[in-house]
T-cell receptor
Framework: DQQVKQNSPSLSVQEGRISILNCDYT??????FLWYKKYPAEGPTFLIS?????DKNEDGRFTVFLNKSAKHLSLHIVPSQPGDSAVYFC???????????FGKGITLSVRP | DVKVTQSSRYLVKRTGEKVFLECVQD?????MFWYRQDPGLGLRLIYF???????EKGDIPEGYSVSREKKERFSLILESASTNQTSMYLC??????????FGEGSWLTVV
């Protein structure tokens, strides 16, 4: 039972345009959501997070939106840069100190 | 900066060998985790630990065990390596806060 779903395996966008990466979840107990970015042969690095009490969190070019009623979150990258090309994982947890549940990841390619 | 160090980046082992993957974190984090990453399957949790000498099974613990004798060190053990355990293994740690931090990963090939 996949509780965190990233249904699109890949996304390709033009440099300078917006990248929108989507994530859906099924567990209504999830209260905290994170995005990680991973380059090949490296460990994932934390990108941005959002608590379930918020619907938006912004950090520079990265914005995460949370729609609790739809159990959906999205990561927006504006403007996209070639260095953003990587695999992006959505993750969620329910309660402090609980484990993170990850999606399968989406590969973003930003074309120069 | 948080530092999670996995001592071995690339290993090749034979089927049936016992394999140790070591992980050390330098931020006095209570929680430590072992994940594996496989194409199309994302990150799957093998084991985690909330404190010294404590361990909890994750989603795919079969074929693995762990050891946490010191707070900063969390070891993953493959008692008898098999070819289906060829993968990238990721160690991570976190404090009581929400973010977990990953190491660089260990690529294990079992032949």
């Amino acid at each position: 039972d996949q509780q965190v779903k990233q249904n699109s395996p890949s996304l390709s966008v033009q440099e300078g345009r917006i990248s929108i990466l989507n994530c859906d979840y099924t567990n209504s107990m999830f209260d905290y959501f994170l995005w990680y970015k991973k380059y090949p042969a490296e460990g994932p690095t934390f990108l941005i997070s959002i608590s379930s009490i918020k619907d938006k969190n912004e950090d520079g070019r990265f914005t995460v939106f949370l729609n609790k009623s739809a159990k959906h979150l999205s990561l927006h990258i504006v403007p996209s840069q070639p260095g953003d090309s990587a695999v992006y994982f959505c993750a969620a947890r329910s309660g402090a100190n609980s484990k993170l549940t990850f999606g399968k990841g989406i590969t973003l390619s930003v074309r120069p | 900066d948080v530092k999670v160090t996995q001592s071995s980046r690339y290993l090749v082992k034979r089927t049936g060998e016992k394999v140790f993957l070591e992980c050390v974190q330098d931020m006095d984090h209570e929680n430590m985790f072992w994940y594996r990453q496989d194409p199309g399957l994302g990150l799957r949790l093998i084991y985690f630990s909330y404190d010294v000498k404590m361990k909890e099974k994750g989603d795919i613990p079969e074929g693995y065990s762990v050891s946490r004798e010191k707070k900063e060190r969390f070891s993953l053990i493959l008692e008898s390596a098999s070819t289906n355990q060829t993968s990238m293994y990721l160690c991570a740690s976190s404090a009581q806060e929400n973010t977990i931090y990953f190491g660089e990963g260990s690529w294990l090939t079992v032949v």
